[in-house]
């Protein structure tokens, strides 16, 4: 059985995540990391005994020539390092979000294309046995025929939260039943429909933000609706996530309190009391990847899943399962909403405009790019929610 070799390129938390994984799985190597900070790089190869260590990509992927190339960097550089590794012949796992605007994509997928390599978006939350196991009885039609997807994300700001976490969510749902073709979105901030005065900077790099609370509903291809609720509430918690699956003929949902699980009602319909869920089992070989028992304590984390579908997926000749083009439609979902709130309109999928929405509406308004805001989401959320503009009106102080 093959080893694929893999390299890393950004040892900051996330990249020491997928580091982990990594070496936990039997069928893959760690051939070599790459950072511009020293003390990173060699905290990161000392952890994992990893000696082929480097500052420069395009020379660590001449020398160990590996498979796969994860990048799990700083979001405004997704864009320029997957272009880059892909055209240099490797398969690409680049963190999410995949870019900060549309245009970016572009250059991505254009690169992808020309490359026939894979370019899968880091979306971890998809690809997990019970996020398998859901998907694959949806598509056996164990519900009968999907008619709605219902999410309800974690508690972060309403326009921040939608790419930072809700893009795990999205991605699974494209990857059960299938990309939008249109969405319209609804944004409300302190209690009023917000404006382009409350557009801000977001945390982390992330680009342009806006919306405390923020209501998708999209039109997926297939005829079915997606309902998408990102409202912000003081404490974030992932246990507290909704993801449904109506069908014709019952309804899946998972849970995300730790271990995950997937549950099932034989009716479509909703009722506090009379609605009956019962757990779906899985097997072990379910719960199983790469030698590691879903529900074993030792195991922690969803970046092992992760990485034992790239295992699958190339020892079976097919794209990872979480491919390009969920990255491409998770993208576009996210943008549309933005979009149709700010033009107050339903925004047809692909967009034509290819610019950040955001970016679109601060020109229109004749407003200025918002200036820097704090980088971390603690001091930034403190900050966002103390703007004049985003408090109550009985709050606003003259």
Not at 78 to 104: F, I, M, N, Q, S
Not at 249 to 266: C, Q, R, T
Not at 369 to 398: E, K
Request: aromatic residues 8%; charged residues 20%.
């Amino acid at each position: 059985m093959r080893t694929y070799r893999v390299a890393l390129l950004g040892c900051r938390s996330r990249g020491t995540s997928q580091a982990k994984a990594i070496v936990q799985h039997p069928r893959m190597e760690l051939v070599g990391v790459c950072d511009l900070l020293p003390e990173r790089l060699n905290a990161l190869g000392d952890r994992f005994g990893v000696a082929a260590r480097y500052t420069d990509f395009e020379q660590m992927l001449r020398e160990q020539q590996p498979d796969i190339v994860n990048i799990p960097t700083a979001t405004k550089f997704h864009a320029p390092l997957a272009t880059a590794v892909l055209r240099l012949g490797h398969h690409v796992d680049v963190e999410k979000p995949l870019t900060l605007t549309l245009a970016e994509l572009d250059q991505v997928m254009t690169a992808q294309r020309e490359s026939g390599k894979q370019l899968v978006p880091h979306h971890q939350a998809a690809v997990h046995p019970p996020a398998k196991k859901l998907r694959e009885l949806v598509k056996q039609g164990f519900i009968g025929e999907p008619q709605a997807v219902r999410l309800r994300n974690k508690g972060y700001y309403g326009g921040y939260g939608i790419i930072h976490q809700g893009c795990h969510a999205l991605a699974l749902a494209i990857s059960v039943v299938g990309p939008a073709r249109a969405v319209s979105a609804h944004m409300v901030t302190a209690g009023r429909p917000t404006t382009v005065d409350d557009v801000y900077q977001g945390p982390y790099g992330y680009g342009l933000v806006a919306g405390q609370h923020m209501t998708c509903l999209y039109e997926l291809q297939n005829g079915a609706y997606l309902l998408n609720e990102e409202h912000y509430r003081p404490e974030v918690d992932s246990s507290t996530i909704r993801f449904e699956v109506v069908g014709t003929e019952g309804a899946l949902a998972l849970d995300h309190a730790i271990p995950e699980k997937v549950y099932y009602s034989n009716s479509p319909h909703w009722h506090p009391v009379r609605t009956e869920w019962s757990e779906v089992p899985l097997s072990k070989e379910e719960r199983a990847a790469g030698g590691y028992d879903f529900l074993d304590p030792a195991v922690k984390g969803m970046d092992l899943w992760m990485a034992d579908e790239w295992v699958q997926a190339l020892d079976e000749g097919r794209d990872h399962v979480i491919n390009a083009s969920v990255g491409v439609s998770t993208m576009e979902m996210i943008h549309g909403a933005y979009a149709s709130h700010a033009e107050g309109r339903r925004i047809d999928l692909p967009q034509a405009s290819r610019d950040h929405p955001f970016e679109r509406w601060l020109a229109r308004e004749g407003r200025p790019t918002p200036p820097p805001a704090p980088p971390g989401y603690g001091d930034w959320i403190a900050w966002a929610l103390a703007q004049p503009q985003n408090q109550p009106p009985a709050l606003v102080r003259s």
